[in-house]
């Protein structure tokens, strides 16, 4: 009986120690990039789009590929052009096809890159039909997620409604949302500045 309330208890500690860890490791991680790489030097960099003062920690979203429900990706590793609306209509369309000239564009690089959709009010099954035309766009798992606490992070400021802002956004490798671009905005733009990122990241 002693032994199995042993075991309890070693069970118990290795939960919270993994607990813990899940917490800290991102703070770890933070703390090793700004002074171990060259992220403080990009942050500096000329840019076309605006910088998003401060960062906004995302964590390792879980995504969804609509025509392939065996890739299994997150946000964290690459590089992500993202978009944030409720249901995918016009104008979701066109920043989809938008995110995929820039993808395009980035040739050799464009394995680095990827093009997600943050949808809070539309099925994979629906989106599916859209997508026909535009394979490889991911969409993050609303399910595994707090929706309105996430879309919080894409408030600029007290006045707008991430939903209705039609922006696109790029998160680094590390799951931190880091700039935004107005609505309409030039693909060379985002090409411009992700290029550069690309070019002086050793991450991603």
Same mark, same amino acid.
């Given at each position: 009986?002693?032994?199995?309330?042993? *075991?309890?208890?070693?069970?118990? &500690?290795?939960?919270?120690?993994?607990?813990?860890?899940?917490?800290?490791?991102?703070?770890?991680?933070?703390?090793?990039?700004? *002074?171990?790489?060259?992220? #403080? @030097? #990009?942050?500096?960099?000329?840019?076309?789009?605006?910088?998003?003062?401060?960062?906004?920690?995302?964590?390792?979203?879980?995504? #969804?590929?609509?025509?392939?429900?065996?890739?299994?990706?997150?946000?964290?590793?690459?590089?992500?052009?993202?978009?944030?609306?409720?249901?995918?209509d016009k104008p979701c369309m066109d920043n989809i096809y938008l995110m995929r000239q820039v993808h395009a564009s980035m040739d050799k690089h464009s394995l680095r890159v990827q093009k997600v959709l943050l949808l809070t009010n539309q099925s994979i099954s629906e989106l599916? @039909?859209?997508?026909?035309?535009?394979?490889?766009?991911?969409?993050?798992?609303?399910?595994?997620? *707090?929706?309105?606490?996430?879309? @919080?992070?894409?408030?600029?400021? @007290?006045?707008?409604?991430?939903?209705?802002?039609? &922006?696109?956004?790029?998160?680094?490798?590390?799951?931190?949302?880091?700039?935004?671009?107005?609505?309409?905005?030039?693909?060379?733009? #985002?090409?411009?500045?992700?290029?550069?990122?690309?070019?002086?990241? &050793?991450?991603?």
């Amino acid at each position: 009986m002693s032994e199995d309330v042993e *075991n309890i208890k070693k069970s118990n &500690r290795l939960t919270i120690i993994l607990v813990v860890v899940m917490f800290i490791s991102p703070l770890v991680l933070s703390w090793y990039v700004f *002074n171990y790489t060259d992220y #403080i @030097e #990009i942050r500096g960099m000329s840019n076309k789009g605006n910088l998003v003062e401060p960062v906004q920690p995302l964590g390792d979203l879980a995504l #969804i590929d609509p025509f392939n429900d065996k890739r299994k990706d997150g946000l964290y590793g690459e590089w992500n052009l993202v978009y944030v609306t409720e249901t995918c209509d016009k104008p979701c369309m066109d920043n989809i096809y938008l995110m995929r000239q820039v993808h395009a564009s980035m040739d050799k690089h464009s394995l680095r890159v990827q093009k997600v959709l943050l949808l809070t009010n539309q099925s994979i099954s629906e989106l599916k @039909e859209k997508l026909v035309d535009f394979k490889g766009q991911q969409v993050i798992d609303v399910d595994l997620i *707090n929706v309105n606490a996430m879309i @919080e992070k894409f408030r600029l400021n @007290e006045a707008e409604d991430p939903l209705k802002m039609n &922006r696109i956004y790029i998160v680094d490798p590390l799951g931190n949302l880091m700039m935004s671009y107005e609505p309409n905005v030039n693909p060379r733009d #985002i090409y411009t500045d992700l290029k550069k990122l690309l070019r002086g990241s &050793r991450i991603g």
